[in-house]
């Protein structure tokens, strides 16, 4: 089992592109979970996915950030139209539907916005 | 509302000297409480669970259900821990983790 991936890992966008960032999941996990840190600070919980399905989208920026986990395919987060503070690293982590504690976490996507 | 509170940024500990990561939390029912770890260059991973009351790497961590509390403790400090430290709830079922902002623990050889 190769672990959560996630691509790519550094991503530089300019002030005003859309970032689109994958995860796919570990292997018979049906749930995933994004993450943000800041530099220096600690995780931030974005938003819970099942499959085709959002759960929770409480720690989500109300405006141009937009998340799936669609039937076939990889999770996807968007941000669209960056500003600098979009600049974090953003961790993607999935668990299986019976122990939705043990997240395993991927090796992270790091957003630069010049 | 879940809330986890890690009380120290960072703290710094000698080589052989005992360590306590501190953790307390905030919740009505009766959550599952855990201990995530990243080191340098890798990815965070589970350290530990509370329900299991197991010992890894040295590390434990006792739940104080009086106190809401969920310390991290470690005897005797290697230079192999320093690492990043998140304690984190999950109140059970589909509901989300809650992470706390994490501390950093750094072993002075």
């Known amino acids: 089992n190769a672990g959560v991936m996630q691509n790519p890992r550094h991503l530089v966008r300019r002030r005003g592109q859309e970032a689109r960032l994958r995860c796919s999941p570990m292997?018979?996990?049906?749930?995933v979970y994004w993450y943000r840190q800041l530099p220096e600070e600690g995780l931030k919980f974005m938003v819970y996915?099942?499959?085709?399905?959002?759960?929770?989208e409480s720690g989500m920026p109300k405006e141009r950030f937009s998340a799936e986990f669609p039937k076939e395919g990889p999770s996807i987060l968007r941000i669209q139209q960056v500003v600098r503070g979009d600049s974090a690293a953003y961790f993607c982590?999935?668990?299986?539907?019976?122990?939705?504690?043990?997240?395993?976490f991927g090796p992270g996507t790091r957003l630069t916005v010049t | 509302a879940q809330r986890v509170t890690q009380p120290e940024k960072l703290l710094s500990v000698f080589k052989g000297a005992p360590v306590e990561l501190k953790c307390n939390y905030s919740?009505?029912?009766?959550?599952?409480l855990f201990w995530y770890v990243q080191y340098s260059r890798q990815r965070l991973q589970l350290l530990l669970r509370?329900?299991s009351r197991e010992s890894i790497k040295g590390f434990t961590a006792d739940l104080n259900k009086g106190e809401t509390s969920f310390h991290l403790k470690k005897p005797f400090a290697q230079e192999e821990d320093s690492a990043m430290y998140y304690c984190?709830?999950?109140?059970?079922?589909?509901?989300?983790?809650?992470f706390g902002i994490g501390t950093k623990l750094q072993v002075i050889p």
């Open positions: 996915l099942q499959k085709e399905n959002i759960i929770d």
């Open positions: 984190a709830l999950s109140p059970g079922g589909y509901q989300k983790v809650t």
């Open positions: 982590a999935s668990s299986p539907p019976t122990s939705t504690y043990e997240q395993y």
């Open positions: 919740y009505s029912g009766s959550p599952e």
């Open positions: 509370h329900i």
């Open positions: 292997k018979g996990h049906s749930h």
